[in-house]
């Protein structure tokens, strides 16, 4: 995954099984669906039923022998279209069975999942097809008229321990109460890809809040130190995370709170790397961090840190990371270190 991209759609797959773990002997869970055997592919996800289980989790409830699944990605939102096209990719999924009438509408379900609720929606399907929109528990909403069942789920407002891995693909993250248990839920179950590709997701949005949720796990065992390290190395943070430097973190959070104490950690953690002659390493963390701060990163500036060949300036920069409220500090920066 690049630095400054993130791959929403595959992260949202893998937190979707993991919402139905206890589920996936019942179900058949097909990402891209292709429709027919030209090339038309849909981005959601098809879920099948093998048996009719009831699903006790809120946001599967409505499922039935088939599902199709739209998800909508932090950035983007649920517009009036795509309300639209998913409705023809359902009637199409229909009409393409192997019998006609094989599939009955009312063995299928639509799910719309996004970030927020869609009000321009909400307010076109009332007004021209008389579906009404009734919430039915938290972040989740039937759409109450439709020819189709269907559901809107709204991911800002799910509860966290309802539908807890879904919730991690959101921008308003709470560090201590859900990246905290992600973390050690992910060192937990080091095997599995889908934790895997969803803590990649989670780090690579909220790199400032796993950090300090990393600050307030307190102790590491060695697996979890080593699980850490693998995880810093994909995103160019593979300066070894000496237990020294952990330390003075969180005597330093202790003493004088949780941001001062994640500086500290940082600083002694990368101090340590560049010590070593990690030269290029310091360059990559560094302009990562502004990236996550600044973004998009102003090519002059990934200019002068790739021009940098003394570290101390890069160590100074990085002990000031969350200090700096500006670009124009970092130029400032910049300015005064060449002076």
Known sequence: MSADQIYWHPAFVKAFELELKDYLNILEITSEYQLTTKPLEIDILVIKKLRDVKILK???????????????????????????????????????????????????????????????LAKHIQKYHGITIEKINSGIYYLLGSDLLSQIIVIDELSSRESRYIRFLTKKINPKEEIADLVEEYTENLKDPRFELLFDTVFNNNIRQVLEALEMLRKLNPEEEAALERVAAKFNLNLKWKQEGINEGINQ??????????????????????????????RALLKR?????????????????????????????????????????VEAYFEESTN
């Open 58 to 120: 809120t946001m599967a409830e409505i499922f039935q022998s088939h599902n199709i699944v739209e998800y909508k990605s932090p950035d983007d939102y649920l517009s009036i279209d795509d309300f639209y096209k998913v409705k023809a990719y359902a009637y199409l999924y229909k009409s393409l069975a192997n019998n006609i009438d094989s599939i009955k509408l009312e063995e299928m379900t639509i799910t719309f999942v996004s970030n927020r609720f869609p009000q321009k």
């Open 253 to 282: 959070g202790i003493n004088q709170g949780i941001s001062q104490g994640i500086s500290q950690g940082i600083s002694q953690g990368i101090s340590q790397g560049l010590e070593n002659g990690k030269l290029e390493e310091g």
């Open 289 to 329: 961090l502004l990236q996550k701060k600044f973004p998009p990163l102003p090519a002059t500036i990934c200019q002068k840190i790739d021009s940098l060949t003394d570290l101390v300036t890069i160590e100074n920069l990085v002990d000031k990371i969350f200090e700096i409220n500006t670009i124009a500090e």
